[in-house]
Structure formats: C-alpha cells, structure tokens
C-alpha cells in the first residue's frame, strides 16, 4: 500500500516504481533549462513586468555572460553526465549521520551553517518592515503590539528579548545581532527540510537532489539573516510539515506536530495554513484511488479551499475589512483581484519564491501521465500546503508593494518546490534519482538565487531597484487610497536609505492626492533644504504653515533657511514664533541666540543660549554655543569654563577656533601658564593659524 514505511523508509509501489515510457534525458533537462532561461528574459527585459527574475540585469553584464554560459553548458546532458561524478559526491554526506558521531556532526554543520546564513547576510533593510522593525528593537525598552505587530506576537516578543540579551555583550551592531538571529532560524529551517527530504527518500543522492531543489524557491533568501519577522515562522511551519508527514504516515509524533503547528502561528498568523495542513494530517487517507479527507477526494477539496477562499474575500469585502485585494474594483483601489497590475505580481511572486516548482509541476504534469504521479499521503500534504499559502499570498494586498512585500507573500514557496521536485523524482525507476540531477538542480539554485542574493547584499543596488519597481506599482499613485504609501515610503528613503533625492516624487504624489498633508510639505521642505534648496524649501514649508500655522518644526526650519540667507532678524522672529508654542525647544532657543548674537544683540542672546545648555546639558553644541557668546560679550571667565569643558570632545577639526577663544580668555585672565600650553596645542594642529603670533607677541608682553 502506498504511503507505508518500511524500515523507517517510503515503500515504493510497483506503479510509481515503472518509468512511463522512459523519458529521455534531453526532455528531462527541459525544465531545468526553462529555469535559467526564465533568469535570461529577466536580465534582458528588467522592468515591473519582471521584478520576481530580473535580478541578473543588476549584475555585470560579462560576470552574467560566464554565470550563463556555464549553465547551460552544465545542463545540456553529456557533458552532465561526465560532470555528475563530482557533484554526485555530495550524496554520500547523508552517510555520515548514521556513524557514533552524529551528534557531533550535527553540531558543527549547524554552526558551519549559521556562519554561512550569517556572513552571506542579506543587507537590504528596504524590503519589508526591516527598518521599522529593526529601530522598534533596537529603540524600545519593553514590547509594544500595534498594527501588524497583533499578528506576529510571539516574533515580536522572541526578537526583543533575545536581541537586547546579545546587545548586552556590546561585540555586534543592532543589525548584525537581528541578523545572527534569523541566520540561526534559517539554520533551523534547513533541518527541517533535511528532515523533510529524508521523510520523502531513502536515497542519499535522491534526498540531495529534493534538498537542493527545495532552496532554490527564493523563500531560501529569509534565511540569511534577513531583517523582518517571517524567517522563524517559515522554519517553523516547514516542522509542523514534517510532523504532519510522519503523522499521516504512521500515526506518530502528535506532540511534535502540534507544537510546531501553533509556534509558527504565533511566530507569524499567516501560518494559518499549516495549521490546517496539521488537522489535514489527522484525517487524510490514501488510497489506490489518491488521497482521500473525511472520505472526500482531495482534488475536491481544494477546489472547495478555493471557492471557500473566494467567499471569505467577498464577505470581507463587505465588512470593509482592508487587509485583503478586493474582489471587484472600487473608486479609490484600481488593484484588485484580477486585474493587470495584480495578476502581474502574482505571476512575478510565483516565478520569485516558486518558480523552479511551478516549472518542475508544469512538466511532471505534461510529460509523466499518471502513472508517475501516484499520490501518497506526503504528496496531499505538500501540495495542500502549497495551495493553501498561495492562496493566502494571491488574497492579501501587498499595501507596500508587492515587490517590496515578497517576504510575506513567500510562505508557499518550500512546499511548492518540494512536491513539484517529489513529483519529479517519481519519473525514476524506484524513485532513485541519479546525480546528473543533482548537478542540474545545483545549477538552477545557483543561477535563480544568485542575483537575487546579489541584490540582497548590495543595500544601494536594492534601493535604486525597488524605487524603480515602487514608483510604477499602482499602491504609490496617486489615484490609490490618496497616496498613504507614499509618505512612509518616503520617510523610509529618506531617513532609513538616505536618499531624499527619491523620496521626493512620492511627497509630491500625496500633495496632488491630499492638498492638506502637512507632512508631504514638511517632508520635502526638509530634504530641499538638506540639499541646500532654499528657495524651494522655503515654499514648501510656506505651505505647510498655511495647513498647521503652529507646527514647531515648520517653524524652526524657517528660522534655520533664514540665518543660512543671513537674515538673522528674520530668523530670530521665526525662532520666536517657534518658541510661542514651546518655550522649552531647545532648538529654537539655540536659533533665537544664534540670531540675536549676529545681530549685535548679544546681551539678549546669553539668556536663551544658558536655558538651552540647562535644558541640554550633555549636548556639545549647547555647551560650544554658550562660550562662544560668552566670548562675544567679553566674558572671559565664562568663555574659559565652558570652551574647556568642550575642548576633549570637539573633533580636532573644530578646534581652532576654540583654542583661540580659550587662549585669548587665559590671557585677559592672567592664566599665562595655561595659555601657554593651549598656544602649543594650536600651533600642533595648526601650525599655519594667523593668530600663533598674536598669542605669542602678547604671552612674552605677560597677557
């Protein structure tokens, strides 16, 4: 019977054990030559009709040419074969973990694992919530559940405490420890596939080939090291798939599949569909037939899955619930289920995170008939997984993005590639691949991961890339939903990736959307003025304080524009203004005696530098700001106390002007000793500073 163990391992039927016709191995190879091919149209054609396999055409174009070349010169069948004994060497690694020292094995793989996840780390905080999620750790002291926090507990949680444990040590930067985090997540998702693989064959080179093929889905890139909260669910549920296995097989390991099953979902609610996958695993039945649930053919089950997912998106609809893509358009969402722009990204999710599965399913269907395709338990497990987290990722609405949003919408892709490379597998007489494949699948993972982790390790390269892709994607126009994406995407590449310069078209897409965003106005106001884009910067903040006339940070970035221009009573009257709504700023305070002092008033402007120091008192520029008014009013005493205090911590750059200010006020108070040793600091730092000999002249008159 179909789906029974022997021995710990699957027995194989006579009926999937006989090749259908025996296929040749030009055809087999077809699949596996669609798969570079698909990462060749991409290179050709980038675009958002391509985002899921264009990666290639960031890399150079002669590093492309070897990566290809080699390939396909790899995949084409004899020189495989003479090739595959090489690669089909990686089979005998499985060999080791039946020897006494398997524990030991076990525990150096896995360190050899991290530290590969770890070093190869993905960089590109753009995707996703990584910066958000990465400053919400680093910044917060205790945990706090908003948005879509409420649907990730157990990450959010789990993250924090262990993050601020390891900060602790002071030995990694806040990136690195989020990083090393989820490398050892990525860590333990790998297992779970070697787990999974060895559930599926009993042949090492077999168990080689299913493993590969299960990391080319590009859901793989979340295990190294990548910022966002999806990596530990991702393992997660690739155990309660393994538990589910064992359990539909030989009625074992509840407790593993339950426990697993309800980790994942509270690592990350998006899971929900393991956890139907697990209650699955209690009832399903196979048969000669096929797979049956609650004496129910499985095929008709997912076809129910499907209309029942349909239904649920037409009543959320109803109930206005906003996290799905609408079933029919609406006047503010021109993204919905099947239209264009969606179904693009469906097809672009799809070839990312399964497109060696889809590819490997397309051809198993075409080429193997049925007899290849007998189904086990495994095979209706796998595949439901697959159907249910696909449907999942085709409902939801990517709101960032789909492109940028590609983490959340991946959790199908290791089910997928792994029952589309079973399936393929079953085309072998007694399921026994030989290590030819193992070299193509090798292949294939290389060249549909590589540009992709390419792009993932050059933070700027990923930027320039997905603002492309964003600018044109329907969610940042500004006919959808006003615009709300375009400001925290903006914010994002301006505070988080530095580049205001991109930000710049998505705050003017929110003005056209919503005339009264004063945010959209603040946001370019600040980078025009970043950029020294006065006059620009000045009408943009203009039009802020006509929508919120008592906004501080309006006004004290007029006050700042104006003493930039050098009009210093304009700018003491904006600092004013700023102060009439907080009289504690200390921003505005410093702004208002800046003004005042370069207007001669530096009698008026003492006050306000000494509240601005009292409100600061461990700000720098507080404490240089102040002795250098008290040098202005001729206030030597002063001038001294508070520009030494200053002097360990001012780069050595900045520094002269404060050596000649301390010197001056150690003369006129008769400290020549001390101003003699601040002139041989000055003339050590700038030997050529005019002002040496003026020092000198006066030390040898005695002050």
């Known amino acids: 019977m179909k789906g029974t163990m022997e021995n710990g391992k699957p027995e194989v039927s006579e009926v999937s054990a006989a090749m259908p016709g025996r296929l040749s191995p030009l055809l087999l190879t077809t699949p596996f030559l669609a798969m570079v091919l698909l990462q060749l149209v991409g290179f050709f054609f980038p675009g ?22 080699g390939a ?13 004994g090489l690669f089909g060497k990686l089979a005998v690694v499985g060999e080791f973990f039946r020897g006494p020292a398997r524990f030991v094995l076990v525990v150096l793989l896995s360190i050899g694992i991290t530290a590969i996840l770890f070093y190869f780390r ?129 009625r074992r390991g509840l407790a593993g ?29 196979s048969g000669p037939a096929g797979n049956r649930l609650l004496g129910i053919r499985l095929p008709a089950i997912s076809l129910l899955f499907i209309l029942g997912s349909v239904l649920f998106i037409a009543v959320s609809q ?18 919905w289920s099947v239209s264009p722009t969606h179904l693009i990204d469906v097809l672009n999710q799809l070839m990312l995170v399964g497109g060696p599965g889809i590819t490997l399913l397309i051809f198993t269907l075409i080429a193997a008939r049925k007899k290849a395709l007998a189904a086990g338990p495994e095979d209706g497990l796998m595949g439901t997984a697959a159907l249910l987290a696909f449907l999942t990722a085709f409902w939801i609405d990517p709101g960032i993005g789909a492109s940028r949003d590609w983490d959340l919408l991946s959790f199908y892709g290791f089910p997928l590639t792994l029952w589309a490379a079973y399936r393929f597998v079953k085309l072998f007489p007694k399921r026994k691949i030989s290590p030819q494949w193992v070299v193509a699948i090798t292949v294939v993972a290389i060249v549909h991961l590589g540009g992709n982790l390419y792009e993932k390790r050059h933070p700027d390269l990923a930027v320039t890339r997905l603002d492309s892709l964003l600018s044109e994607d329907d969610h940042y126009q500004p006919g959808y939903d006003i615009s709300r994406r375009c400001i925290a995407w903006a914010k994002i590449l301006q505070t988080g990736a530095g580049r205001g310069d991109l930000a710049l078209k998505y705050l003017k897409r929110r003005l056209e959307s919503f005339p009264d965003s004063y945010q959209a106005c603040f946001n370019l106001g600040d ?38 221009r050098q009009q210093y009573a304009s700018s003491a009257s904006w600092a004013a203004k700023a102060m009439a709504v907080d009289s504690n700023h200390v921003e505005a305070l410093t702004e208002m005696g800046i003004g005042l002092s370069n207007t001669g ?96 002249a006066r030390l040898s008159e005695g002050g």
């Open 527 to 564: 980078i025009y003025y970043r950029d020294g884009e006065l006059d620009s910067a000045a009408k943009y903040l203009a039009l802020g304080l006509d929508i919120k006339p008592d906004e501080v940070r309006f006004l004290l970035n007029m006050s700042k524009i104006e003493r930039i």
């Open 122 to 250: 993905s960089k590109a905080l753009i995707y996703g919530d990584g910066y958000t999620i990465l400053n919400d750790t680093v910044d917060s002291t205790t945990v706090v559940l908003y948005r879509q926090y409420y649907l990730q507990p157990l990450a959010v949680y789990f993250h924090h405490y262990l993050f601020h444990m390891i900060n602790g040590l002071e030995i990694l930067s806040g990136e690195e420890i989020y990083a090393l985090i989820n490398a050892v997540g990525g860590m333990v998702g790998v297992w779970a596939l070697v787990r999974i693989t060895g559930q599926l064959t009993g042949d090492s080179t077999t168990r080689v080939f299913l493993l590969l093929a299960a990391l080319t889905s590009s859901s793989t890139i979340l295990f190294f090291g990548y910022v966002e909260n999806y990596t530990w669910a991702t393992s997660m549920s690739l155990w309660s798939l393994s538990f589910a296995i064992r359990y539909a097989r030989d």
């Open 257 to 285: 599949l339950v426990m697993f099953s309800m980790l994942a979902f509270l690592f990350h609610m998006i899971t929900l569909s393991f956890i139907v996958v697990a209650i699955m695993a209690l009832f399903i039945r």
């Open 48 to 69: 958002s009709g391509t985002w899921g396999f264009n990666y290639w055409s960031l890399v150079d174009p002669v590093a492309v040419s070897v990566v290809f070349a």
């Open 318 to 335: 109803l109930m206005d619930v906003p996290i799905f893509v609408s079933l029919l358009p609406t006047l503010s969402h021109s993204y």
């Open 72 to 84: 396909i010169l790899l995949l084409i069948s004899p020189v495989t074969r003479t090739t595959s």
């Open 601 to 696: 008033d530096v009698g008026g402007a003492l006050p306000y530098f000494r509240k601005a120091y009292r409100l600061a008192p461990d700000s720098l520029n507080q404490l240089v700001n102040l002795g250098y008014c008290y040098a202005m009013a001729q206030i030597p005493d002063s001038t001294y106390y508070y520009l030494t205090l200053a002097l360990p911590r001012v780069p050595e750059s900045a520094k002269v002007g404060i050596y000649c200010c301390v010197i001056d006020a150690a003369l006129k108070l008769g400290r020549t000793e001390k101003a003699a040793e601040y002139l041989e600091q000055l003339r050590r730092i700038a030997p050529g500073a005019p002002q040496i000999q003026e020092f000198a």
